[in-house]
């Protein structure tokens, strides 16, 4: 008898005390995160996108596209800030080109930079849609019409994933020097996805390869005779490499061989030719996961630029550059 009435008073405990559990809970859940408006700016871009038409949009609306399309969102919001005006610069320094003749920017981010609706944003970022989505409202509504000049002119803000310790020099990789796109050093940080990762090619793979770029190339006898000296840069990516008698740049062995970036080295073990890959993308201007790394060191977005651009100024896009 003791023992039902013992039950009996457990379960009139808990009956009473359930409505007070469930309720707390209640209350212990977020509510949902209402997405910030993200003001026009007024001033119109035309842009190409991948279908081919070409739609006018507001500077804010593109670049919203643009860092949640080039860089993770994630990432800390001084890094996404430094992106926003990045992008920012570039967009206004671009313009046509004979690749998209009547827009000023397309969406190819081999030409131009990537760009993401808001849609598929959200779709890719699942429960993470709204919070993901206000940082980069945040980021770019927060530096205004912020863009990077150097001797009071825009410069081509070109950026890429990671570096391997050092971004590129712009002469390394395409020839020309540019002043504010010097090699400096490039804290990458730790996580950085495939930040080092391999490339093997059968000799007949390796062959077709780059004969195929270089037709005049001679790959024959033993594959270990086949690759000749590598030069290399100060920040340690390869200068150049002699293949089959004929002498290519670093990124154009990338581009050949479909690397992630020029940081390489590259051997044969007797069965395979192995490139050892660092970083991704072309190593010139701002480093993406360099940025964030800066960003967790406390660093913000102007600090961040300054570093990656030599001798440039954050600011006001002035009117002129604006406008035209």
């Known amino acids: 008898m003791k023992k039902v009435i013992g ?35 007024g ?42 005006v990045a992008a920012r610069t570039y967009a206004l320094n671009k313009g046509p080109t004979s690749k998209h003749p009547d827009a000023d920017l397309c969406t190819d981010y081999a030409c131009c930079q990537a760009w993401i609706s808001r849609e598929k944003a959200a779709a890719n970022w699942g429960d993470n849609a709204a919070a993901y989505a206000n940082k980069i409202t945040k980021a770019v509504a927060e530096t205004g019409n912020q863009v990077i000049l150097y001797q009071g002119q825009l410069i081509d803000a070109v950026f890429h994933s990671s570096s391997a310790a050092a971004t590129k020099d712009a002469v390394e990789v395409w020839g020309n020097s540019v002043p504010y796109l010097r090699s400096v050093t490039s804290p990458e940080g730790e996580g950085v996805p495939n930040f080092e990762s391999q490339g093997i090619f059968t000799p007949q793979e390796f062959k077709e390869a780059f004969v195929k770029a270089r037709p005049e190339a001679v790959l024959e006898g ?89 001798n440039v100024t954050v600011e006001e896009c002035p009117a002129e550059l604006l406008s035209r």
């Open 7 to 41: 039950v009996a008073l457990i379960l009139v405990v808990v009956l009473f005390a359930l409505p007070f559990v469930l309720n707390r809970s209640e209350e212990e859940q977020p509510a949902p995160q209402e997405e910030l408006t993200l003001a026009d700016s």
């Open 43 to 84: 001033h119109k871009l035309r842009v190409r996108g991948s279908d081919g038409q070409v739609t006018e949009m507001d500077l804010n609306q593109y670049l919203w596209g643009v860092v949640a399309a080039e860089m993770p969102a994630s990432f800390e919001q001084e890094a996404l800030k430094a992106q926003a």
């Open 222 to 310: 033993e594959p270990a005779g086949w690759v000749g000296e590598i030069q290399r840069t100060e920040s340690g990516s390869v200068h150049a490499v002699t293949i089959g008698g004929v002498t290519v740049s670093g990124a154009q062995a990338r581009q050949i061989f479909s690397l992630r970036s020029a940081t390489f080295d590259l051997e044969y073990d007797g069965a395979s030719f192995v490139f050892t890959v660092t970083g991704f993308g072309h190593g010139v201007g701002m480093s993406q996961y360099g940025a964030d790394a800066m960003a967790a060191e406390g660093k913000g977005y102007a600090e961040i630029l300054q570093h990656y651009y030599t």
